[in-house]
Nanobody
Framework: QVQLVESGGGSVQAGGSLRLSCAAS????????MAWFRQAPGKTREFVAG???????SYADSVKDRFSISRDIAKNPVYLQMISLKPEDSAVYYC????????????????WGQGTQVTVSS
């Protein structure tokens, strides 16, 4: 059973930076396509960034050029580096994994972490 644990959330002022981490256990992590999603209060969950097993990355337009997803050499954990944070980036951020091809749809991901809160104040 794959388990994902996020960390690194917190409160920052607008313009600040945070780095989220997602540690996985219970599976062959390198074969999973990974993604970050977020959900703000009263809003639907949305795709933020994803990285395929081959290293290809994709980003939501709202975070492109500000967020960066990466893995370490052993492909565990997965990071989400966030810079130039805006109040609208405030949300619970979730790490997700799937063992098929990359996807921007949350319903296609089988494994999820518990989430980490990011709050950006103006």
């Amino acid at each position: 059973q794959v388990q994902l644990v996020e960390s690194g959330g917190g409160s920052v002022q607008a313009g600040g930076s945070l780095r989220l981490s997602c540690a996985a256990s219970g599976g062959t992590f390198g074969r999973y396509n990974m993604a970050w999603f977020r959900q703000a209060p009263g809003k639907t969950r949305e795709f933020v960034a994803g990285e395929g097993t081959g290293g290809s990355t994709s980003y939501a337009d709202s975070v492109k050029d500000r967020f960066s997803i990466s893995r370490d050499i052993a492909k565990n954990p997965v990071y989400l580096q966030m810079i130039s944070l805006k109040p609208e980036d405030s949300a619970v951020y979730y790490c997700a994994a799937r063992d098929s091809g990359p996807s921007r749809l949350g319903r296609n991901y089988r494994y999820w972490g518990q989430g980490t809160q990011v709050t950006v104040s103006s």
